[in-house]
């Protein structure tokens, strides 16, 4: 705690906190987790619990509305979202101007940034009904979004969405069949991406969240405020680490070469980290990467490759680490990302749209924290204070007298 009157010549005190590693930015209601415990609760139910008794529609009802829907509420709640999952024709022009190899990341952030211009109507932040309407828009026309950006990537035109298909199958058409084709849905391929969206659908003050609710906290529209979450979330450190953990593995090759990799994790001077392994809040195994490991299993056995060498590779080293003193006395246990890019991998997922179909999940959790927000009565622009390490006043000279 700083004495800013000594700094200043004010009043008042202010804690000095970069990175917010003990500061709570805000009250909420929506997820709690115990690091240590290695517990995450969304309302209250365990992550555990939600990934095998629930779909990710019902997880979105929870996240947003505080309760698990009953049938009749789950049936309407999943028909208002289904008749938004179509984008305006003229967002195809926005896709046209993009280059074919662009990051979808940058295609995403700029496409739902761009929304607000067709939804001008609906954009009074306190009316809960607008509030209400943009988020079912969001959470509709993600998937549309992501599929545009993959299908525009690979030169195929767009496929529409079709409402009588689940949030994830859906999603998976309009990714892998072309217009008018007949698709085959695979039940259990569509359940592991369920799994994946409800895994990552929130996390608290994240990054992203924190940059989502900072926005939102100005009045800034709901479409811009997800765009700033997804900009953050595109950091290597953040969405981005399900790609490292991937490319790591790639990179290691074969179990023998594990031993040589963790000696160059465990010299600093070496820059290497093992990606998918450690976690700010979670000092303990992250539950989710349980349940992704699980489900990495479920999809490869269906796809008959129980045998896939990475999965093999990434169990071994999560073996080897979890028995190495370096990694037990930093209590750096897999995260979710540690699995989630073999699965995704495995689900024909290409790696530069892992962080896409991570800000496709993570949009429900987005607008739960941004709402959440809006109806707070103590809700504030968000505005940090900073330790000024600058010069003391002084006099500007002209620029003759400048030496
Ligand atoms: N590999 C090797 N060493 C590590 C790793 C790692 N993955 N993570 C942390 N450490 C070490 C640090 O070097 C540090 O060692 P020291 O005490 O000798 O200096 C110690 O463990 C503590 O690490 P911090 O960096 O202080 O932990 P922090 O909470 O700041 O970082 C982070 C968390 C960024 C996630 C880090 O563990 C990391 O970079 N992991 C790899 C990237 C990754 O998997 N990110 C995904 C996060 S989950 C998500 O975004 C969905």
């Known amino acids: 705690v700083i004495d800013i009157r000594k700094l200043y010549?004010?009043?008042g005190k202010f804690t000095y906190d970069p990175g917010f590693m003990s500061t709570a930015s805000c009250n909420s209601?929506?997820?709690?987790?115990?690091?240590?415990?290695?517990e995450l609760l969304y309302r209250g139910y365990p992550i555990e619990q939600l990934a095998v008794h629930c779909d990710f529609m019902e997880v979105c009802h929870l996240l947003l509305n505080g309760e698990l829907p009953n049938q009749k509420q789950k049936t309407d709640f999943v028909a208002n979202i289904n008749r938004h999952s179509l984008v305006h024709e003229q967002m195809q022009?926005?896709?046209?101007?993009?280059?074919?190899?662009?990051?979808?990341?940058?295609?995403?952030?700029?496409?739902?940034?761009?929304?607000?211009?067709?939804?001008?109507?609906?954009?009074?932040?306190?009316?809960?009904?607008?509030?209400?309407?943009?988020?079912?828009?969001?959470?509709?026309?993600?998937?549309?979004?992501?599929?545009?950006?993959?299908?525009?990537?690979?030169?195929?035109?767009?496929?529409?969405?079709?409402?009588?298909?689940?949030y994830s199958a859906n999603f998976?058409?309009?990714?892998?069949?072309?217009?008018?084709?007949?698709?085959?849905i695979n039940d259990v391929l569509v359940r592991a991406l369920d799994r994946i969206l409800i895994l990552h659908a929130d996390h608290e003050q994240n990054a992203s969240t924190s940059t989502v609710r900072l926005a939102g906290s100005s009045g800034a529209n709901p479409f811009a405020c997800i765009a700033a979450g997804i900009a953050c979330l595109w950091g290597p450190a953040h969405g981005g680490a399900n790609e490292a953990a991937l490319t790591m593995l790639k990179e290691i090759g074969s179990a023998d070469k594990i031993g040589e990799f963790v000696k160059q994790v465990k010299d600093k001077n070496s820059g290497v980290k093992l990606m998918g392994f450690g976690h700010r809040v979670y000092k303990n195994y992250d539950p989710r990467a349980k349940l992704m490991r699980e489900t990495c299993h479920e999809v490869l056995n269906e796809l008959g490759l129980q045998n896939d060498p990475l999965f093999k590779l990434a169990m071994e080293l999560e073996k080897v680490a979890l028995e190495d003193?370096?990694?037990?006395?930093?209590?750096?246990?897999?995260?979710?990302?540690?699995?989630?890019?073999?699965?995704?991998?495995?689900?024909?997922?290409?790696?530069?749209?892992?962080?896409?179909?991570?800000?496709?999940?993570?949009?429900i959790g987005w607008i739960a924290?941004?709402?959440?927000?809006?109806?707070?009565?103590?809700?504030?622009i968000g505005r940090p204070r900073q330790l000024y390490t600058g010069s003391p006043v002084r006099e500007v000279k002209p620029i003759s007298k400048r030496g």
């Open 369 to 380: 924290q941004w709402n959440e927000m809006i109806s707070d009565p103590e809700q504030k």
């Open 29 to 38: 209601a929506i997820t709690y987790i115990d690091g240590d415990k290695g």
């Open 172 to 184: 998976m058409r309009m990714m892998f069949s072309m217009p008018n084709e007949e698709y085959k």
């Open 93 to 166: 022009f926005f896709y046209r101007g993009f280059r074919r190899d662009a990051h979808p990341m940058s295609v995403l952030v700029g496409t739902v940034g761009a929304l607000s211009s067709f939804y001008h109507d609906s954009l009074d932040i306190n009316d809960p009904e607008h509030r209400e309407i943009s988020a079912r828009r969001l959470i509709a026309k993600m998937p549309t979004l992501v599929a545009m950006s993959f299908k525009y990537s690979i030169g195929q035109p767009f496929v529409y969405p079709r409402n009588d298909l689940s």
């Open 9 to 11: 010549g004010t009043t």
């Open 325 to 363: 003193d370096y990694f037990v006395s930093r209590k750096l246990y897999p995260n979710v990302d540690f699995y989630s890019g073999i699965v995704q991998s495995a689900l024909g997922i290409p790696v530069s749209l892992f962080t896409g179909i991570f800000a496709m999940a993570r949009t």
